[in-house]
Every structure is written in C-alpha cells, then in structure tokens.
C-alpha cells in the first residue's frame, strides 16, 4: 500500500493546465525531495520532475513540480495529447529503516 | 547514452526463487556517483521500490521484502542481479532495472529505467 496519496483520475482539454496533487507525511514529502514519473500507455516509467522542481534534459517546460509542507504538486501546462499517461510521485521515507515510496499514482486523460 | 536491460525466466514456479539480471551499457556500473536499483509494477497496479545496490555490494531493501531479497553486483559484467525467494501470485509483476541517484542535499531519484520484463509466477 502506497503513502503517498494521488487522486486516481485527472482530465483537460489540449491547451488547459492541469494539476496533480500527492499528499504524504512527515516522514516522507515533509523531510525529503519529491519526484515525478510519467508513464505512457505500454512503456517504463520515464523521470519527469527530481529534486521538487528540477527538470531532467528534455523534459518540456510545460511540466512543473512544486511542494510544500507535507504535500506536493505537478501542473502541466499547454496540455498536449501526448500527456496522455499514468504519473507517480515518489519521494524518499525515512521509517521502517528507509525506504523509497511511490505515490498511488494518477491517470491523466486529454479529452 | 547509459541503458539498462532487464533479462531471466519470464514464467517462475509457486514456492520458487525468481532471478533476474540487468545489464548496464553506456556508462560504468562502478562509477562512484550512483546506486543501481530494481522496482516492481504488478500489472494494472502502482509501483514498488524493491531495493538498491552500490557497486562495493552494500545494499539496502525495501523493509517489506527484505527477508525474501538478495540484491547483487557484477561490476566485471557490468552487471547487477536481483534474487527473490519464496515466491507467490502477488510476486507477478513488470520488473524493472534502473539507475538510482543518490544526490546529498537533493534527494534520490531513479533515471534512466529499463523496458522491463514481465515475470509471471505461476504453476
């Protein structure tokens, strides 16, 4: 079961902005950096977003992390048809000795 | 450009242990900047940190699987391998290989990934 927490669905238009929020705790979002992965339909998962904000080369500046407190976000803005996919957030847990978390993961629909 | 290649069984016996191993190209597996790691993806499901390796062999595991994981390297290969004994059903899952930085100060993440391999456990 995952810890950090992602609503299951989220949707747009091309063009509109959409946000995905990750909700987490203490121990994991509130101590250490959040990352975002983005998944296409039949593919591994690809680093979208590292460090709470920092894009990897190549990743298009549509794409923003951000987080606060014990909670974090993506926005993809100018959504495009080829943003069609699965994203998680993740992030670092300091209990049960350490351990690396997923978010539960939120499927991005462009209508 | 770095790439990793999951490879084993793709069908593993109830009770059994699945074995599978990445193969690292385009870049060294004993640079002293990364870890190398291995995540799960049961299918239609999330994903699942299964545990990291240093090229010196230290290891750490997910809590959750530990007693059942053996995490290994082979930096003559260029390679690293993942054991995971006792299996079950709820061990079918997407196996994936991937680099894992570690970046103090700035957290850890997971870049690239491999494509995969599916891992059926089944009678």
């Known amino acids: 079961q995952s810890v950090l927490t992602q609503p299951p669905s989220a949707s747009g238009t091309p063009g509109q902005r959409v946000t995905i929020s990750c909700s987490g705790s203490?121990?994991?979002?509130?101590?250490?950096?959040v990352n975002w992965y983005q998944q296409l339909p039949g593919t591994a998962p690809k680093l979208l977003i590292y460090s709470n904000n920092q894009r990897p080369s190549g990743v298009p500046d549509r794409f923003s992390g951000s987080k606060s407190g014990t909670s974090a976000s993506l926005a993809i803005s100018g959504l495009q048809s080829e943003d069609e996919a699965d994203y998680y957030c993740a992030a670092w847990d300091d209990s049960l000795n350490g351990r690396y978390v997923f978010g539960t993961g939120t499927k991005v629909t462009v209508l | 450009q770095l790439q990793l290649q999951e490879s084993g069984p793709g069908l593993v016996k109830p009770s059994e242990t699945l074995s599978l191993t990445c193969t690292v190209s385009?870049?060294?597996?004993?640079?002293?900047?990364?870890?190398w790691g291995w995540i799960r993806q049961p299918p239609g499901k999330g994903l699942e940190w299964i545990g990291s390796i240093y090229y010196s062999g230290s290891t750490y595991y997910n809590p959750s699987l530990k007693s059942r994981v053996t995490i290994s390297v082979d930096t003559s290969k260029n390679q690293f391998s993942l054991k995971l004994s006792s299996v079950t059903a709820a061990d079918t899952a997407v196996y994936y290989c991937a680099r894992h930085v570690a970046a103090a100060g700035r957290g850890d993440w997971f870049d690239p990934w491999g494509q995969g391999t599916l891992v059926t456990v089944s009678s």
């Open positions: 203490s121990s994991n979002i509130g101590s250490n950096t």
């Open positions: 385009g870049g060294s597996i004993s640079s002293s900047s990364y870890y």
